[in-house]
């Protein structure tokens, strides 16, 4: 079964890149910068990533500090991109959406312009050197100005659909409702960037339907807290809204308190477009493999469940529907081959 996971075509929807860094490159860069006391890479790792005890969703963004501080420059964004998607494609990934807030690499001089087309070069040279399809999505954070959220989407919109194809909005959710950056995801909408959403992530399941109808969401980060409630279950059913769910990442936030609390088969079973992903394959020590490892020894699934995961990943996709036949094409084609 494992070996059969690791063989099969897989698209990554869900992927912050600064949670997503090699940690021998951070270890590597931060000594450059001389930004890092005397400490061997295996205390390191343990630094970075997230381990048994993490005990919410504030204690797993503390983990971030380490990444942003060498994401500052073009060479080293457009390598961290670079290295994760050679990572990605060593997985069998065939297409990935990979996330960032332009601003979080903005603090040591860099513009907008250029932090954006860093992460693009990267995608760029390795979809050249490993046959790897990617996009970028652009994050607003919640507890940032609606102000800065509109400079986001007015700044990033002449790279829409030359590498960017949504914006999103992410942060912990406690204290700053969606409504807050109604503005700028309107403006976003009016300017057909797609749009997704961190909400329902640890309980708000008021959230989701502010996401969906106030933000325009298509896709909804996390959702678990849509369990909570039917009525949310029938919108996303009707709306046709996918969720994006990280098993692993959510139960190391506590969103869950265990594995068989975790939603995802009730979700399938009411027909909602679940897909599955990392969050942060560096943070939450991750990878597809290991989500789908998950699902399949502790709750049972099967490989049609995986494959069904599979099929609304494509659809979830914010490709244009060309691309999206294409990637179609790619996934069966590789699926033949196993
Ligand atoms: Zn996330």
Redesign the pocket.
Known sequence: MRDMLKKLPKVEL?C?LDGSVRPETMYELLLEEKDLENISLEEFEKMVKVEDGCNSLVEYLEKFSYPLKIMQSKENIERITYELLEDLSKQNVKYAEIRFAPFLFMKKGLSFDEAVESVLKGMERAKKDFNILSNAILACMRYESVDKSIEVVKKGEKFLGKGVVAVDL?GGEEGFPPEKHKEAFDLAYEKGYNITV?AGETGRDENIIKSVELLHAQRI??GIAAIKNPNIMKLLKEKDIFLEM?PI?NLQTKAVNSIDEYPIREFLNNDILVTVNT??TTVSNTSLDKEYSLLIEELGFSIEDIMKIMENSVKATFLPEEEKNHLKRIIEDSLKNI
């Open positions: 869900h912050h992410a961190h980060g996390h990280c990442s969050d942060n």
